[in-house]
């Protein structure tokens, strides 16, 4: 017993004295182009600080880019056990292509000091972050050399701040994480329907009226009577940046490298301006429709004044102009719209809203800015110097490259980080979806197989976060974070260095980093992950079999139509999202209703179909599922008939509907009917076994 006591002192006297730290080499986020690892580590147990050796001007610069590294400078009141700290700054090459400015870097530690070089403050401040997570993630230094440089100049995220207001603090926090890990482009959603948040002194009731609201939530002012309340009323809801408030966030985001675009919609999504400045109306259209009236002047002065105030605040290049969604119905019924189309030789509502892009562009452009827009602003005809921002899909993004313009991909599947990121009933009520951080993660924004004059315009990426379920400040950096660090490395990482193991590996631990500083990330360790049922393909006795779409079932949806006819036999079952070409979707009213024939008759003894509910989007369950059996295809015997009572949850649901029994039979006939919710009915398979 002594003996054995001895011994394991001895070991661990030895393990202590003799033993190497080793080196967790996975540790820099994003990925960096090329890092070579030394053998020495630099062990600095009481802290680190660092001696600078620079220019004066850059001491304030790399003292900001230190903050939230855990690194200090050495000061006269340390003992004296700090490091030196060298940072070059060399001229740019000449011949430097690369877009925007040039954020790369070196990094070399040795037990000497740090030694950075790069050729703007943008790039030290870049090494400092790498740097200050070598120090956070090993508590010491270990000798490297790095190599480094971003693959895009625009690495992005948009924040909703119009559904529901979020503070100045709130987003300098968010920016502290964005800049850690080298993004550069904070999009801010200032203006929708739900509330205008930045105050314009020309348009003051843009903010006194049309950036108040009750109810608090989006969801019930949505579903109710959309109403703007006047600034001070009780109960209401809303907020805005003031100019001031602006210009800090502004100034704080530059301080980290990241440029704020501002987003002022138009001609769509401004039924807040509407209801402040009810004279921008379509005439003929005084309710709710959220189209600016583009046959009036008043609607170009209110803009162009707006945008003067814009550009005074945010020195972006870009000023995004919205552009999406237009209903456009207005145009075509409004005098002004109709006698603006007839005066400026305007075929269709298309090129009236174009029309109204090329004009802001024009007045942009005279003062010395670019517009970016969503990609509905490629419809009758782009802008000359627009840059495109491709949500819908990728395809308006690459026509707009092919056609030479610039382009952000930001396309839903992969960068709508308002979908929930885990098993929807394990997460807050959202819009509806399914994205993992693996699948956000999986986006290559320029892939080896785009040609190379359409990827030269791919300027990068931006995951949105859209807000319409979004209320509390914990719950926006719960959708936010880990998945905004998957856009960050997509944007910075070469694809060669990207690998979704090792991310998730620091994904985890960026995570806890950020809990432990008082964030609300999503607990990454605690990822359920995607639908058990469609991780492998199901065997049944129905696999294959052909499926006989009955009237008016026969018209399933062309948008959710999975393998079309071969869909419910396919042995693939659906995901936690109905957008996975997986599960079909019914919207007419004749609900679901097929006959499967099995080719023979066969013994039969459960027949099931599984049905998604998710309220928010219009997914419901079937009120009624009815089975009936035939060995003939003339003569039925009805052997299930379910009622289900819908009940409006705000949680998605998965849920079977089947029958079991004994039977021989050739032909299934699975009729589901659609309950009194207008909406989809979603089925994946219908198994038989
Ligand atoms: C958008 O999601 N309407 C840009
Ligand atoms: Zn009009």
């Known amino acids: 017993m002594r003996l054995r006591n001895i011994a394991i002192i001895v070991l661990a006297i030895v393990t202590l004295v003799g033993c190497k730290p080793t080196l967790n080499e996975n540790i820099i986020t994003p ?153 550069n482009r904070l999009h801010l959603h200032l203006t929708d329907a739900a509330g205008w948040r930045l105050e314009v002194e020309s348009y003051p009731r843009l903010t006194s009226y049309a950036a108040w609201r009750t109810p608090a939530t989006w969801k019930e002012w949505w579903n109710g009577d959309r109403q703007h309340v006047e600034e001070g009323t009780e109960g209401a809801y809303g907020g805005y940046l003031t100019k001031e408030e602006a210009r800090e966030l502004v100034a704080y985001a530059a301080d980290r490298y990241i440029t704020i675009i501002p987003e002022i919609e138009m001609p769509g999504h401004s039924d ?98 670019n517009i970016i827009g969503w990609d509905e602003i490629l419809e009758g005809g782009l802008a000359p110097n627009a840059t495109v921002m491709s949500w819908r899909g990728e395809e308006g993004g690459l026509a707009a490259a092919a056609a030479g313009h610039d382009v952000v991909m930001s396309p839903h599947g992969y960068c709508y980080i308002d979908a929930p990121q885990d098993a929807p009933h394990t997460q807050p009520e959202s819009i509806g979806g399914y994205l993992p951080l693996e699948k956000v993660y999986s986006y290559d924004p320029a892939p080896a197989t ?43 990482s070469m694809p060669e260095n990207r690998d979704y193991d090792m991310f998730r590996e620091r994904a985890v631990r960026i995570v806890d980093g950020m809990i432990e500083r008082g964030y609300s990330p999503f607990d990454l360790k605690n990822e359920v992950g995607n639908r058990p049922e469609s991780l492998e393909p199901v065997e049944h006795l129905a696999l294959g079999k052909s499926v006989t779409y009955l009237e008016p079932s026969r018209y399933y949806a062309p948008k959710y139509a999975a393998a079309w006819d071969a869909t419910l036999t396919d042995g693939l079952r659906g995901t936690w999202t109905y957008a996975d070409e997986r599960w079909q979707g019914f919207l007419g009213r004749g609900g679901v209703d097929v006959v499967i024939d099995m080719e023979e008759v066969t013994h039969i003894e459960s027949i099931s179909a599984d049905f998604m509910q998710i309220c928010g989007p219009g997914v419901f369950m079937p009120c009624r599922v009815e089975i009936w059996l035939s060995q003939d295809g003339e003569e039925y015997e009805q052997v299930a008939d379910i009622e289900w009572e819908v009940i409006l949850d705000e949680l998605p649901s998965f849920k079977s509907f089947g029958w079991e029994g004994s039977a021989e039979a050739r032909y299934i006939r699975y009729k589901a009917h659609r309950s009194k919710y207008t909406g989809f009915l979603f089925v994946d398979e219908i198994i038989v076994r």
């Open 31 to 183: 990925a960096p182009q090329s890092v070579t690892w030394g053998d020495e580590h630099v062990e600095v147990s009481d802290g680190l600080y660092l001696n600078l050796h620079v220019d004066d001007e850059h001491k304030p610069r790399i003292m900001a880019a230190l903050h939230n590294t855990g690194i200090k400078l050495a000061s006269e009141y340390h003992d004296g056990k700090s490091m030196s700290l060298d940072i070059s700054v060399i001229a740019k090459p000449e011949s430097d292509e690369q877009r925007g400015i040039d954020e790369s870097y070196t990094l070399d530690i040795t037990r000497q000091g740090v030694t950075i070089t790069a050729t703007t403050d943008a790039g030290i401040f870049y090494a400092i972050q790498t740097l200050g997570q070598i120090y956070s993630s090993l508590g010491m230094l270990w000798e490297c050399h790095i190599e480094d440089a971003p693959r895009f100049a625009y690495r992005g995220i948009l924040i909703d701040i119009s559904r529901h207001f979020r503070t100045k603090e709130f987003l300098m926090r968010q920016i502290d994480i964005m800049a850690e890990h080298k993004m």
């Open 272 to 369: 807040e301006v509407l209801a402040a400045y009810p004279e921008l109306r379509c005439t003929q259209h005084p309710d709710r429709q959220g189209d600016l009236c583009i046959g009036k002047e008043a609607t170009f002065e209110m803009m162009q004044s707006i945008l003067d105030e814009v550009i005074e605040i945010f020195p972006s290049e870009y000023i995004h102009i919205g552009g999406d969604e237009a209903g456009k119905s207005s145009w075509m019924e409004c005098e002004d719209c109709q006698r603006r189309m007839r005066e400026e030789g305007l075929e269709s509502v298309d090129e009236l809203q174009s029309y109204m892009i090329h004009r802001i562009e024009e007045y942009l452009n005279a003062r010395g800015r």
């Open 450 to 492: 785009m040609a190379e004059d359409v990827a030269k315009h791919i300027l990068g990426v931006q995951a949105n976060l859209w807000a319409e379920f979004i209320v509390t400040d914990e719950h926006y950096e719960h959708m936010l974070w880990p998945r905004a660090l998957a856009v960050a490395e997509i944007g910075w």
